[in-house]
Nanobody, 130 residues
Framework: QVRLVESRGGLVQAGGSLRLSCEVS????????MAWFRQAPGKEREIVAA????????YYTDSVKGRFTISRDNAKNTVYLQMNNLKPEDTAVYYC???????????????????????WGRGTQVTVSS
């Protein structure tokens, strides 16, 4: 059984920093593309950042470029999201996603598509106060 366990989020002031982590068990972590998504109240879930299986390629949505960093430690089966200079608009539930596959079931090196990820964490709340 695949499990994704996210670290606790929290309440931070604007301009502050927070690091999220997500540990994966039950799956060969190094073969899985990983990503962080978020969902704000009343909005659809959106991609925040993605990282390839090796960690050599990353993607960031425009609104977080230069502020967030996604990384992974394959020895610890963990992916991280370092969030700096947080803004109130970053307030959302953040979800870790693992193991991107296409419609044929082929494992992808990296993906930004919500519907291509097979496994999800429960989500962790991040609230940024102004």
């Amino acid at each position: 059984q695949v499990r994704l366990v996210e670290s606790r989020g929290g309440l931070v002031q604007a301009g502050g920093s927070l690091r999220l982590s997500c540990e994966v068990s039950g799956r060969t972590f190094g073969t899985c593309a990983m990503a962080w998504f978020r969902q704000a109240p009343g909005k659809e879930r959106e991609i925040v950042a993605a990282i390839s299986r090796s960690g050599g390629n990353t993607y960031y949505t425009d609104s977080v470029k230069g502020r967030f960093t996604i990384s992974r430690d394959n020895a610890k089966n963990t992916v991280y999201l370092q969030m700096n200079n947080l803004k109130p608009e970053d307030t959302a539930v953040y979800y870790c996603a693992a193991d991107a596959r296409n419609r044929s079931g082929t494992r992808l090196i990296m993906s930004t598509r919500l519907d291509e990820y097979a496994y999800w964490g429960r989500g962790t709340q991040v609230t940024v106060s102004s």
